[in-house]
């Protein structure tokens, strides 16, 4: 799909549907509203304040309005105080909104800008977001009954139609919105049509539109490199194993720092000999959530051209029981020459992960982010709701914790106390690959802290962020592209901390 979003005034504008954000102080101050749609003053005082529309987030009501009219609907959206506006709640009404009445044929959106505590970027950037949001086809596969969402433009009804800002608003929010709906499509296509070469290919044809440098390696090259835990994963399947690298370089030449973005990317996990219960276990196509995240955040960040240097690293394989799979009890050597007992072959994600982060540090990376579907422990801590932080390094929390905020993504740090190493440590090898029932997400993470080394990591559990469980009104049961807003704005901050700019 493609999406044009421009600014138009009101009078040169004809819609399908003109999209009203009202605002809680609108009931008892209509004047602003009215002043700004005075052909249709009337109706709108006549239903605000009603049960119907009293600027609840959540809350729409649709108006018909005459043939030949601007539009042929007028829909309200509830979004709160204008004190308090958020760019989640506007985000989240967009979405619901076109969802709703793109499901029912309409194409061209019209929006009246309404910035309450919000700046034009903020606010279009949202807006923008929001609307591609609601274009993801989630049931892609169907022959019958499907109503695809296709927005074709987008107008923002406005007499300044050339506001810097208004448009910078736009841009980022298409490039950030294409970005996650493309991690968002990866992670949705089943493990027949996504496996490791599949995803290779992806990653491929991303980095040729993008203009990124990409190296993919096979088995071969992964074991001259000695990746024994990775392949150690990938020896029961017959789809063979890629390790995708991708890379950003600053079109003015490279800087001095070097991010490191790190995403698991099982393609299908059985549990191997640890088999799981065949509840659910189709989902499991999900488990290379981390590395489609990865993916999406370096394609947006190749549009948005950061001043610093980014490497995105996705080791990719299957997880799944044959004669040849790897067995509860063997023991691997990684690439950083540690050995691990590998206690459940079901705790698969670190050990791809721990090579991956081997050769980040090979590769040069200053600081590392990893990204993974890890633990089903970190939906047993957090619920639903936020997505598990851990380092050892106080700057990489904070500096997570406000790229989260500002993605509208929520994390929330856990320990990692030395106490925990404890319960990774092997009779037989330097680690083992469990440390038992108790603090399943925590000891994870501390598996992963081996191979950190003194470069500054962080460890990102999204197994409880990736998928979303039941439809709602602006985002439906499937994939949410979790986490490649987080990267992007943590690269991006990073830049400025090392330039004094944002990029471009």
Known sequence: MTLSAHCQPLAQTTVDVLLIPVFTDDVSDPTPLSESLPWAGERLSAVLGTAEMRG??????????????????????????????????????????????????????????????????????????????ATFPVDCYRTEDTRPVQVETLTF???????????????????????????????????????????????????????????????????????????????GSVEEPRLITVRYSPPNGAGRETIGLIGKGITFDTGGISLKPAENMEKMKYDMAGGAAVLGAMRAIAQLKPHINVIGIVPSCENMPSG?????????????????????????????????????????????????????AIAVALGLRYAGLFSHHPAMVEGLQAAARAADERVWPLPLDDEYRELIKSDIADIKNVGGKYGGSITAAWFLREFA????????????????MENKPHLPKGPTGFGVGTLVEFVMARAHAANGTPGS
């Open 56 to 133: 609840k987030p959540g809350q729409t009501l649709t108006l018909h309005l005459a043939p030949g009219a601007a539009a042929g609907k007028l829909v309200l959206m509830g979004i709160g105080a204008a004190d308090k506006l958020t760019t989640q709640t506007l985000r989240e009404s967009m979405a619901a909104a076109i969802r709703a009445h793109g499901m029912q044929g309409a194409r061209r959106f019209g929006l009246l800008p309404r910035w309450g505590a919000l700046t034009p970027r903020t606010f279009a950037q949202a807006a923008v977001a929001g609307t591609h949001l």
């Open 157 to 235: 009804v406005t007499e300044t139609t050339d506001d810097p800002a208004l448009h910078e608003g736009i841009r980022r929010g298409s490039i950030l919105g294409e970005a996650i709906n493309f991690a968002r499509f990866l992670v949705n296509e089943p493990a027949n049509r996504m496996t490791p070469t599949h995803l290779a290919h992806h990653a491929q044809e991303m980095a040729n539109d993008v203009g990124l440098q990409t190296d993919i390696l096979n088995e071969d090259k992964m074991r001259d490199l000695g990746m024994e835990a990775l392949l150690a994963v990938a020896r």
């Open 453 to 468: 080394g003194d470069v500054p990591w962080a460890h990102l559990d999204i197994a409880n962020m990736a998928w979303n």
């Open 324 to 376: 040849k799979a790897t067995r509860p009890g063997d023991v691997v050597r990684t690439m950083l020459g540690k050995t691990v007992e590998i206690i459940n072959t079901d705790a698969e994600g670190r050990l791809i992960l721990c090579d991956a982060m081997a050769y980040a540090r090979r590769l040069g990376v200053t600081c590392m982010v990893d990204l993974a579907t890890l633990t089903g």
